[in-house]
């Protein structure tokens, strides 16, 4: 963070990114004032056209600033425009604000320097914040960016700089939920006073009191190496101190398999207690390449589409961010655009599709797949609603917060939602592992009984596949 003198307000000069990456944003500095050069409202016209999420933003964000400047004159413009006065946009905020919010309405003075060669956007917002910092006395002056090289090149300067952490859901990822807690060896005798055990419908309940409970979340898995190994899930906290926890089915014996798939480890058979249970409508998977996220997700869908009738099919999409050149325009329908991003998806089918008869038998039972698995694209789904099905969204990871929010409220009645992801591999521009949207779904999601998680953390691809990861 910057050091700042307390007695100062700052004047935050805002980038273009981060309105782009947060309409909103003009909302988020409490008390202090914003500043937005000329070059930023070039910008703004100039990424306000298309259906692209930024372009949503980009719209929205000119909007507000439309409506703050309704029946202002000049002299109101240059005293700086109150944001307050669009309080109705900021509820929810923990501290409304009161700055105010000017413009650039003068050339100002730029130093002609050989650090600021050229006439770039960002070399134009550093001499702006240069010659504001030369001006004022009153405001310590900030320049806010998502542009790491903006913010190298204002140190070099001397000018302060920050990123725009508004969004950021935690301080470290490591601090991120990962559904699972190792329970004490001495759980048992410390818990036997107040301990109810019970049956119902065959599953095997406990009634656990005590000030244990407290750090516990709804769904959380819970385990116990050694003579009293056990596995359980936290299936009610009816209140700080008492909770009611189930013991989890095994999935590792051949016998009970789903889908033919077994878990290999207890993280996986977490997963698939998870997956397989109607009552949770939304499960986040967590983990590096090769953990199993696709195949687990895939075997307990086709297994509640096709054998159970849950659900009435599958539906599978994900983020088309290509990790090198983009491939360019594609031919087709939706599905077939579709297709070039869905290796998982195939290469996972044919790990659970190998049924007996032959290249006859493989043929009928893809043909029953290609009916009841669904590929669609992410830039389609504002204003649809699924009923009674079972989504799966892979590379979760690559989406803000936002367009989270916007897959997820689409749900309808019966439909379960399993996000995939993997955040050490983000390929989203301006998106953290602290920014990401499945960072954010995991950590707002963690107080909702009706939703669980598990980080995957063993990798069960391949000897070379988990050699790879930890040395590479």
């Known amino acids: 963070m910057i050091k700042r003198e307390?007695?100062?307000?700052?004047?935050?000069?805002?980038d273009t990114n981060v309105l782009m990456h947060d309409p909103t944003a003009i909302f988020r500095f409490k008390e202090h004032d914003i500043f937005l050069p000329m070059v930023v409202l070039e910008e703004l016209d100039a990424g306000k056209k298309g259906l692209s999420?930024?372009?949503?933003?980009?719209r929205q964000a000119t909007r507000f600033l439309d409506q703050l400047m309704t029946d202002a004159d000049k002299a109101d413009i240059d005293a700086g425009l109150p944001i307050h006065a669009l309080n109705d946009y900021g509820r929810g905020f923990t501290e409304p604000p009161t700055g105010r919010l000017f413009f650039q309405t003068e050339p100002l003075s730029r130093r002609q320097e050989p650090s600021l060669p050229g006439t770039s956007a960002d070399n134009d917002i550093l001499a702006t914040a240069r010659s504001l910092q030369d001006r004022s006395n009153t405001h310590t002056v900030v320049i806010v960016s998502k542009d790491i090289n903006l913010r190298i090149k204002a140190a070099v300067l001397g000018i302060p700089a920050e990123d725009y952490s508004n969004d950021q859901v935690l301080e470290d990822v490591d601090l991120l939920y990962t559904g699972v807690q190792a329970l004490e060896a001495g759980f048992w005798e410390h818990h036997a006073k107040e301990l109810d055990a019970w049956k119902e419908e065959g599953r095997s309940f406990y009634s656990i009191k005590g000030p244990d409970v407290a750090d516990w979340y709804p769904s959380q898995c819970l385990y116990m190496e050694g003579d009293d190994a056990f596995e359980a899930i936290v299936r009610e906290k009816r209140s700080e101190t008492e909770a009611v926890i189930e013991l989890v089915d095994d999935y590792r014996p051949s016998k009970h398999a789903v889908w033919g798939i077994n878990a290999l480890n207890r993280e996986q058979n977490f997963a698939l207690n998870m997956l397989m249970d109607p009552e949770l409508d939304f499960v986040t998977l967590l983990g590096t390449a090769g953990t199993g996220k696709t195949l687990l997700a895939l075997a307990a869908g086709l297994t509640q589409v096709l054998d159970s009738n849950i659900y009435r099919e599958i539906i599978m999409t994900r983020v088309t961010v290509p990790v090198g050149e983009d491939i360019g325009f594609l031919p087709g329908t939706e599905e077939e655009k579709m297709t070039p991003w869905m290796g998982a998806l195939m290469d996972?089918?044919?790990?659970?599709t190998q049924p007996e008869?032959?290249?006859w038998g493989r043929a009928a039972t893809n043909d029953l797949l290609r009916n009841?698995?669904?590929?669609?694209?992410l830039n389609f789904m504002r204003g649809r609603t699924f009923l009674h099905k079972y989504i799966i969204l892979d590379e979760a990871q690559n989406l803000t917060a936002k367009q989270m929010k916007t897959l997820i409220t689409r749900a309808g009645p019966g439909t379960k939602i399993v996000c995939l992801g993997n955040i050490a591999q983000i390929d989203t521009p301006y998106l953290t592992e602290t920014t990401s949207g499945l960072t954010y779904v995991v950590d707002r999601f963690k107080h909702w009984q009706h939703s669980g998680h598990i980080t995957l953390i063993r990798g069960e691809r391949s000897r070379l596949a988990d050699f790879a990861s930890e040395q590479l």
Request: proline fraction near 0%; charged fraction near 30%; hydrophobic fraction near 45%.
């Open 6 to 14: 307390e007695d100062k307000l700052c004047l935050f000069v805002l």
């Open 53 to 58: 999420e930024v372009a949503r933003n980009v």
């Open 348 to 352: 996972n089918l044919e790990v659970l």
């Open 357 to 359: 008869g032959g290249e």
């Open 372 to 377: 009841r698995i669904r590929i669609s694209s």
